[in-house]
């Protein structure tokens, strides 16, 4: 089973940066990727930015440019460097973690981390 403790996060004024960072711990075989999904009031849960463990990585058309995903494959670490924040990035954070199981993907989650973009 997969435990993934989110940090970072917090409040932040218009133009603005923040990191996050997930560690995945507990019994990790065949990663697959790792990501950041975001949920705000109101809204569903949609894909921030994902990252292979080959280093693919893909963006929301909202936060490209703007925020960076990385990862440690060796700690099995992802990062969010999130910069030029915007009032509509404020959101719930989310951890993501794809591991293969068999043929089939098994999606694990943080327990997310809020950020605020306020002035």
């Known amino acids: 089973q997969v435990q993934l403790v989110e940090s970072g996060g917090g409040s932040v004024q218009p133009g603005g940066s923040l990191s996050l960072s997930c560690a995945a711990s507990g019994i990790i075989f065949n990663l697959n990727a790792m990501g950041w999904y975001r949920q705000a009031p109101g809204k569903g849960r949609q894909l921030v930015a994902r990252?292979?463990?080959?280093?693919?990585?893909n963006y929301a058309d909202s936060v490209k440019g703007r925020f960076t995903i990385s990862m440690d494959n060796v700690n099995n670490t992802v990062y969010l460097q999130m910069n030029s924040l915007k009032y509509e990035d404020s959101a719930v954070y989310y951890c993501?973690?794809?591991?293969?199981?068999?043929?089939?993907?098994?999606?694990?989650w943080g327990q997310g981390t809020p950020v605020t973009v306020s002035s």
């Open positions: 990252i292979t463990v080959g280093g693919s990585r």
């Open positions: 993501n973690v794809e591991v293969y199981s068999g043929l089939h993907l098994v999606h694990s």
